[in-house]
């Protein structure tokens, strides 16, 4: 019975060896692309996205039709001066509470993107105004300001100055729109 089982040990040991490789007939492999994957140049031209309009690559980086991004929050004022003079005249406030309004970071956000120009007191005289970089930066106290015009500004631009929408969050620049009006107290 010993010399059965060792037998028929053997045989089987043989077999499976002997089944596991065949070199006329190459054994198949599960999902092959992980193992030899294609090769693609790189930067060429794909059809992943091809639109139904022809465009090649475009359609997988259009956003879907009707959404936001998040964390956006419409402003309903348009960059018009007549806008400007409308924010101006209805005077409105901030949407943040007196608990959310933090004047130590309104305060460091005036000083990262608002100092160089505006000067740390809002007295017009930043270090490029000193430098003669740029000039006319009106000072706080010369200005017919309110916070929703100070907002409004510092979303669009006006005259010489940029937009700040991209770097600063809507409740961020209405921060600085409270810090540039206890500014404007102090002058």
Sequence with gaps: MKSLLKIAFVFGSMVSLSSCKDDLKPNYQYMPN???????????????????????????????????????????YPNTPEALAAIKALNPKSPLDATQVDMKKGEELYGIYCAICHGAEGNGKGKLVTQEKFLGVPSYADRVINEGSVFHVVTYGL??????????????????AAYVMQLKSKL
């Design 34 to 76: 992980m193992y030899e994957s294609v090769a693609y140049e790189t930067y060429s031209e794909s059809d992943a996205f091809n639109s139904p309009t022809g465009e090649k690559g475009k359609e997988g980086q259009i956003p879907a039709q009707g959404s936001i991004k998040r964390g956006f929050v419409p402003y309903e």
């Design 159 to 176: 005259n010489s100055m940029g937009s700040h929408a991209n770097q600063l969050s809507q409740e961020e620049r209405w921060l600085v």
